[in-house]
């Protein structure tokens, strides 16, 4: 019997051992699963900022460009009123559509709203693509 006794006792003693182990694991994991999460949280913030900046540098940039095609078209409006009514029937549907287009792209800038980095890529390159043909239209068209 008391051999039961002492047997059950022991049992009991490392039971209680193996779930007092068992809870130091578990706070270890928790405490390592909080610690992840805080650096996925700081990734994220560092992520977002990084974008920030790249968004107000192109923004800036963009907006720039847009700036520059406005006076351009504006000074060649000025030469085609001087040059005579000839000129400006000529280049007046011209001129009317690169307006078009670069009221579009000022449009399409303001209205873009971040909706992830593969989104961000494919706006940036489309964008930088219509300014760019738009630019070479403007060449193209503005010789002298």
């Known amino acids: 019997m008391l051999k039961r006794i002492a047997t059950f006792a022991v049992a009991g003693l490392l039971a209680g051992i193996f779930m007092n182990g068992c809870e130091k694991t578990s706070e270890q994991k928790i405490k390592a699963a909080d610690e992840n999460v ?31 095609n406005e006076k351009r078209i504006d000074t060649f409006k000025e030469k085609m009123e001087k040059a005579g009514p000839k000129m400006k029937t000529k280049y007046s549907k011209d001129v009317t559509a ?14 873009y709203k971040n909706e992830g980095t593969s989104k961000w890529q494919e ?5 930088k693509h219509d300014m760019d ?9 503005f010789k002298d």
Request: hydrophobic letters at 35%; a positive charge; proline letters at 0%.
């Open 38 to 68: 805080a650096n996925a949280k700081q990734d994220l913030k560092n992520a977002q900022s990084e974008f920030d900046a790249e968004w107000i540098t192109f923004k800036k940039e963009s907006e720039q460009v847009i700036a520059t």
């Open 98 to 111: 690169l307006e078009q287009r670069n009221s579009n792209l000022k449009k399409k800038l303001e209205e």
């Open 123 to 127: 706006f940036k390159t489309n964008f």
């Open 133 to 141: 043909g738009l630019g070479k239209t403007m060449k193209d068209l």
